[in-house]
């Protein structure tokens, strides 16, 4: 996984429990190895002006700076046991941070100007079916937020109240087949599906808790979505 801003490239390896920084047009880099992780997601988070990385294997997130050539200001946010936290969604200036856990088929929900407490933790799946939800995101108003589910083969949708927790609300149902990741731009969803080699596009309308299909077209073993 990459993050990119003006100065940095930033690169999480799973495999290796490494982040790496690299410094635009020059040959500076850093690497931090973080002992028994599998960091799966990297980014920045404005209201802190700090950058994070989230270890699944451990059950936390990184929160750092990075200053002087150095990886400096670091703290760590730990989530419950066994939670294997996978990706964040943040939406810029927000007071919240929604993260989705692989291993607990939740999500948490992170409040900033609590020192990162636990305001909540809501299900993903709502059927008895093993399963491990995979990709997180929500709409350009920060009204609904969705996350795909492997095993429950979903998008579930939950409403964002106006104090940042979440209400479940309805699935999206009967298109997905492990749905690895997800693109929402403006009312139109691009969910990639790993199990059945597809990309299906929709028009969803979650206030009225509707979606339609729009197309379908087949990609061989699609993992992630870019726009």
Same mark, same amino acid.
């Given at each position: 996984?990459?993050?990119? @801003?003006?100065? &940095?490239?930033?690169?999480?390896?799973?495999h #290796?429990?490494?982040?790496q920084?690299?410094?635009?047009?020059?040959?500076?880099?850093?690497?931090q190895?973080?002992?028994? !992780?599998?960091?799966?997601?990297?980014?920045y988070i404005?209201?802190?002006?700090? &950058?994070?990385?989230?270890?699944?294997?451990?059950?936390?997130?990184?929160?750092?700076?990075?200053?002087?050539?150095?990886?400096?200001?670091?703290?760590?946010?730990?989530?419950?046991?066994?939670?294997?936290?996978?990706?964040?969604?943040? #939406?810029?200036?927000?007071?919240?941070?929604?993260?989705?856990?692989?291993?607990s088929s939740? =999500?948490?929900?992170?409040?900033?100007?609590?020192?990162? #407490?636990?305001? #909540?933790?809501?299900?993903?799946?709502? +059927?008895?079916?093993e399963?491990?939800?995979?990709?997180?995101?929500?709409?350009?108003?920060? $009204?609904?937020?969705?996350? !795909?589910?492997?095993?429950? @083969?979903?998008?579930?949708c939950?409403?964002?109240?106006?104090n940042?927790?979440?209400? &479940?609300?309805?699935?999206?149902?009967?298109?997905?087949?492990?749905?690895? @990741?997800?693109?929402?731009?403006?009312?139109?969803?691009? +969910?990639?599906?790993?199990?059945?080699?597809?990309?299906?596009?929709? $028009?969803?309308? !979650?206030?009225?808790? $509707?979606?339609? =299909?729009?197309?379908?077209?087949?990609?061989e073993?699609?993992?992630?979505?870019?726009m």
């Open positions: 996984h990459l993050y990119i @801003d003006s100065k &940095y490239v930033l690169g999480a390896s799973y #290796q429990g490494v982040i920084v690299f410094k635009k047009n020059t040959a500076f880099s850093i690497i190895k973080y002992e028994n !992780s599998k960091i799966h997601n990297i980014g404005d209201r802190i002006k700090k &950058y994070y990385a989230v270890d699944l294997a451990n059950d936390c997130i990184y929160f750092f700076k990075i200053e002087n050539n150095a990886i400096t200001d670091q703290e760590t946010v730990f989530l419950d046991k066994k939670d294997s936290p996978r990706h964040i969604w943040y #939406q810029s200036m927000n007071r919240y941070i929604y993260v989705v856990n692989e291993n939740t =999500v948490t929900v992170l409040d900033i100007e609590k020192n990162f #407490q636990i305001v #909540q933790k809501i299900p993903t799946k709502y +059927i008895n079916k399963n491990k939800p995979a990709a997180i995101m929500a709409d350009i108003k920060n $009204q609904f937020l969705y996350v !795909s589910n492997r095993g429950c @083969d979903n998008i579930v939950y409403k964002i109240k106006e940042g927790l979440l209400e &479940y609300k309805y699935s999206i149902e009967n298109v997905c087949n492990s749905p690895r @990741d997800f693109f929402i731009k403006n009312d139109i969803m691009y +969910i990639v599906n790993e199990g059945n080699d597809s990309l299906v596009i929709l $028009q969803i309308e !979650s206030s009225k808790n $509707q979606y339609r =299909v729009l197309e379908k077209y087949t990609i073993k699609p993992v992630c979505i870019e």
